[in-house]
């Protein structure tokens, strides 16, 4: 009997911890004491008598029969589950492997297999390491954004300028490699457009090979057939802006005439190709009336989709491009939407719904506000590192000066980011809507210039929220009393 590894099956080693991913299956899952029996399952079939024989020797006067019945019992649900693949050989493994279905199909109608959004594998240390991440930070997700040209214009957007600045080829596979060996996992591919980037086949294929997720933030102007086709072979996820279904709309947020007809034209093409794409619409005064329509039709495609209108202050700390962003009233509409309809929504900057359970103030005081620096970085074109992509004033180190496991472990800004609780943020503590809000350093910081400041903006937004939500239980409540 011959096992090995899925291709889209992911294992990492965090302390005692194995975690193990599943791209098909939807597998999450920590197991303690596990790293033995998976250890000599690769991603090349392998004998399982031979496995066993390595664990035999490493639990040397265990009794044997309680040692292969242990690895039975562990592998068995894995194999079930096709996060391991089990057959007597290669060829039938092959099979197997072939035989999986790609197709991000909406998981509440499809029983089928289903392909994890870049979305689900970037929040899933939040849902299921976060409390791990935070006693021992580990670099799990790196955003890299390769280049800082850009085929679009964007009105809204957070960068200064597209400047044409590319990351060496030799600089990324060196940051590759130090991402991979700390054990990280999810690698974002950006920019500006990262597909500008003249070796971005060369980085994909070799982010690939280095056994890791990845994924693509692309506007897919530049997405031809040999890149669907790259995109395919690495199994990458892709994450894309469309702001309105109407061609004139979209170009006009864009600044490029065309864009439009270009970006939906590789969507229908990565649709064709079963490749995973989460469609989303940032709303502001330009589409206010045109997100509906866009979710619509990323729903049609059995795409993962959602919506926000929250528009970032630029990096440099320039405001002028949050003439963009809606106004409370605006606001307040796609509030309802959210709240009322359920419509997905990119939940970064503040939660939709009521918390489960409200924390006391003192116990808030002393949780962490940000995942950013615990899990994740990112990497900019010019070399410098910040705890996340839009946070460019808040710099980190420099990849032309330090290797990334320095600047992990020893960034003085980085180990001061860790270090921030809530009580850094004393006009939060006792707000009535601090539960209907979400804490953005990020944002504070590009809009006010102070990390610890919150933009009052969003302020103002977390007490419709509130206010909305809690007319949505009134009227549960109401519901169940007739």
């Known amino acids: 009997?011959?096992?090995?590894?899925?291709?889209?099956?992911?294992?990492?080693?965090?302390?005692?911890?194995?975690?193990?991913?599943?791209?098909?299956?939807?597998?999450?899952?920590?197991?303690?004491?596990?790293?033995?029996?998976?250890?000599?399952?690769?991603?090349?079939?392998?004998?399982?008598?031979?496995?066993?024989?390595?664990?035999?020797?490493?639990?040397?006067?265990?009794?044997?029969?309680?040692?292969r019945k242990d690895f039975e019992e562990f592998i068995v649900p894995l194999v079930a589950k096709k996060l391991i693949l089990s057959g007597e050989t290669p060829?039938?493994?092959?099979?197997?492997?072939?035989?999986?279905?790609?197709?991000?199909?909406?998981?509440?109608?499809?029983?089928?297999?289903?392909?994890?959004?870049?979305?689900?594998?970037?929040?899933?240390?939040?849902?299921?390491?976060?409390?791990?991440?935070?006693?021992?930070?580990?670099?799990?997700?790196?955003?890299?954004?390769?280049?800082?040209?850009?085929?679009?214009?964007?009105?809204?957007?957070?960068?200064?300028?597209?400047?044409?600045?590319?990351?060496p080829l030799e600089k990324l596979t060196e940051v590759i490699d130090d991402f991979s060996r700390m054990g990280g996992l999810v690698l974002t591919l950006s920019g500006g457009e990262c597909m500008l980037h003249p070796d971005f086949e060369t980085i994909v294929r070799y982010a690939r090979s280095r056994d890791l997720i990845v994924t693509l933030l692309s506007n897919l102007t530049l997405c031809d057939e040999r890149k669907v086709a790259l995109l395919k072979e690495v199994e990458a996820a892709v994450q894309v802006s469309l702001y309105s279904m109407k061609p004139s709309v979209h170009d006009s947020i864009t600044r490029l005439p065309g864009s439009w007809k270009k970006t939906m034209d590789?969507?229908?093409?990565?649709?064709?190709?079963?490749?995973?794409?989460?469609?989303?619409?940032?709303?502001?005064?330009?589409?206010?009336?045109?997100?509906?329509?866009?979710?619509?039709?990323?729903?049609?495609?059995?795409?993962?989709?959602?919506?926000?209108c929250i528009i970032l202050g630029k990096m440099n700390g320039d405001v002028s491009n949050l003439s963009c962003r809606l106004d409370l009233t605006e606001t307040r509409s796609i509030l309802e939407d959210i709240v009322f309809r359920s419509l997905p929504m990119n939940s970064e900057f503040f939660s939709p719904g009521k918390k489960a359970e409200f924390q006391p103030d003192d116990v808030w005081m002393e949780e962490k506000v940000c995942g950013a620096g615990f899990s994740s970085m990112c990497l900019a074109a010019d070399g410098n590192y910040y705890p996340c992509a839009a946070w460019g004033g808040y710099v980190l180190g420099n990849c032309h000066e330090s290797r990334l496991p320095d600047v992990w472990n020893h960034s003085p800004s980085l180990l001061r980011l860790r270090n921030v609780r809530g009580r850094n943020f004393p006009s939060c503590v006792h707000c009535p809507d601090?539960?209907?809000?979400?804490?953005?350093?990020?944002?504070?910081?590009?809009?006010?210039?102070?990390?610890?400041?919150?933009?009052?903006?969003?302020?103002?937004?977390?007490?419709?929220?509130?206010?909305?939500?809690?007319?949505?239980?009134?009227?549960?409540?109401?519901?169940?009393?007739?």
Not at 7 to 19: I, M, W
Not at 21 to 46: K, N, V
Not at 91 to 114: C, G, I, M, R
């Open 266 to 308: 590789s969507i229908h093409a990565l649709h064709k190709a079963d490749i995973p794409c989460t469609i989303a619409c940032p709303t502001m005064k330009q589409n206010y009336h045109d997100y509906l329509g866009v979710l619509q039709f990323a729903r049609s495609l059995k795409m993962h989709t959602m919506t926000d």
């Open 1 to 67: 009997m011959l096992l090995k590894l899925s291709k889209n099956t992911f294992v990492r080693q965090y302390g005692e911890f194995t975690y193990i991913l599943g791209r098909i299956s939807s597998f999450d899952q920590m197991f303690c004491d596990a790293e033995i029996f998976l250890r000599g399952i690769t991603r090349q079939p392998r004998e399982k008598e031979e496995i066993l024989r390595e664990i035999l020797a490493v639990y040397g006067d265990a009794d044997e029969t309680v040692v």
């Open 434 to 482: 601090r539960d209907y809000c979400s804490v953005c350093m990020c944002r504070n910081f590009n809009e006010t210039g102070d990390m610890f400041r919150p933009a009052e903006h969003f302020c103002k937004v977390a007490a419709i929220n509130h206010e909305l939500v809690d007319e949505l239980h009134r009227k549960i409540n109401e519901a169940k009393n007739i």
């Open 91 to 167: 060829e039938e493994l092959d099979v197997q492997e072939e035989n999986f279905t790609y197709a991000a199909e909406d998981p509440k109608t499809s029983e089928s297999h289903q392909v994890l959004t870049m979305e689900e594998v970037a929040f899933m240390p939040q849902k299921v390491l976060g409390d791990y991440f935070e006693k021992h930070p580990m670099l799990y997700q790196l955003q890299i954004d390769i280049t800082q040209a850009c085929t679009e214009r964007c009105l809204h957007c957070y960068i200064p300028e597209y400047k044409p600045v590319f990351l």
